[in-house]
């Protein structure tokens, strides 16, 4: 199976988060027939492959390997069909939305070029597949579970992200890069009625509606425009029939932000809405705000962004390695170097047909046509197999002999 192909299964056969076993599966086979020493079932459905050729230093690099509970759209003949039950017991499509089949697709594709070529560096290669990256548990679940202590420590961690912008091209930005994300669970509590005589409830869907629209206002009305924060209701769950007001409401929301200062007074006003609104409707009991997911902002080390950018460079050619700037969507790939002590180098790359910028003269150019592309999690994103599969595999082996030099 090439990689292509490898890839076009993976992306046919997505799995939630936690849920990840034939993904686990085929990726352990692969890498255990390559020679590596593969062990699954670390921090849940995680897989570790270690090649070790020498002394030397360690290289981590990290792929995640779980999908989202999107329904494909993108009409493409390995699109996938999957539907499953989410963590809710909500029946849901499942879509590699988020490209996390060419995370899995490009380390498989370097470790393969790692094994085939050994005369070009020294030292030991730890391969780390991991579950659960979309609900920011899986990444320290592995740590939990003695990845290091298990496997040795790295002196690096390396990754990459797949993203809309032209394939070929190379993302890399130093200190801070993405934000840091929180996942809130808001249960708001009415009294349930006929839905002829609403007179006798408290409308618990009027309350999250009027809710909804009063979080609009915290980022732009309550976070200051030099800062940075985006607040998004991802889910509105009420009631079952058209004829019955419900018990009760729930909203899931979604926040990112750089600066802790800016998250703690973003989570204070979210509390404080929920609660005024609730109040306001007369609820009968008090709401409540659960933080269900919440990991830090992703921090690359400026001294190793530099010298991996060098080396990028120069297998790729110039202008092929860019900065894009901070990204405001969340990785939790930083538990590995933050418990490791190590520098983290994670970069941004490209998936979007390179035909489509072919017009774009300057950076801002760029950024529109981006712009106007499905973005990751959306039930459109398709990255181009190639050169996204070829540049991503490059990237990550140039990155791993950069650091692990075979003199």
Request: glycine share 10%; charged share 20%.
């Amino acid at each position: 199976m090439d990689l292509g192909e490898f890839y076009r299964d993976l992306h046919q056969h997505p799995e939630l988060s936690e849920a990840e076993t034939r993904t686990a599966g085929l990726v352990a086979e692969r890498l255990t027939a390559l020679g590596y020493e593969t062990t699954p079932g670390v921090g849940g459905t995680g897989v570790v492959a270690v090649l070790r050729n020498g002394d030397g230093p360690t290289a981590l690099l990290r792929a995640d390997m779980d999908a989202l509970p999107v329904a494909e759209e993108t009409g493409l003949p390995y699109a996938s069909t999957a539907r499953t039950l989410d963590r809710d017991g909500h029946e849901v499509g499942v879509m590699h939305a988020c490209g996390h089949d060419v995370h899995v697709a490009c380390l498989v594709g370097a470790a393969e070029a790692l094994a085939a070529d050994t005369a070009s560096w020294r030292g030991t290669a730890m391969l780390v597949f991991q579950p659960a990256e979309e609900v920011g548990t899986g990444a320290q679940a592995m740590v939990s579970d003695g990845l290091f202590e298990r496997f040795g420590r790295p002196d690096v961690v390396l990754g990459q992200h797949v993203a809309p912008i032209p394939a070929g091209i190379i993302g890399l930005h130093p200190g801070v890069a993405f934000a840091a994300a929180d996942g809130i669970r808001v249960t708001l509590f009415g009294r349930g009625a006929h839905g002829s005589r609403p007179e006798t409830s408290v409308d618990p869907v009027v309350m999250a509606a009027a809710t909804v629209l009063r979080l609009q206002g915290v980022v732009s009305r309550e976070i200051a425009a030099k800062d940075t924060a985006v607040l998004t209701v991802g889910s509105m769950r009420a009631g079952v029939k058209s004829n019955v007001i419900p018990a009760d409401a729930e909203l899931l929301l979604s926040l990112r932000t750089f600066d802790p200062a800016v998250r703690e007074a973003a989570l204070a006003a979210v509390r404080r809405i929920v609660a005024a609104e609730a109040a306001a409707s007369g609820a009968p009991k008090e709401p409540e705000v659960v933080l269900e997911e919440s990991f830090p902002p992703l921090v690359n080390d400026p001294a190793a962004i530099e010298r991996t950018r060098a080396a990028l460079e120069a297998v790729l050619g110039a202008g092929r390695v860019v900065d894009p700037g901070v990204v405001t969507g969340s990785e939790d790939v930083g538990a590995f170097a933050t418990e490791a002590g190590v520098p983290l180098v994670y970069w941004l790359l490209g998936g979007a047909d390179p035909k489509l910028f072919a017009g774009a003269a300057t950076a801002a150019d760029m950024e529109r046509i981006a712009g106007g592309l499905p973005s990751n999690h959306s039930p459109l994103f398709a990255p181009v197999i190639d050169p996204t599969l070829r540049v991503g595999v490059t990237a990550l082996v140039t990155a791993a002999r950069e650091w692990m030099p075979a003199s």
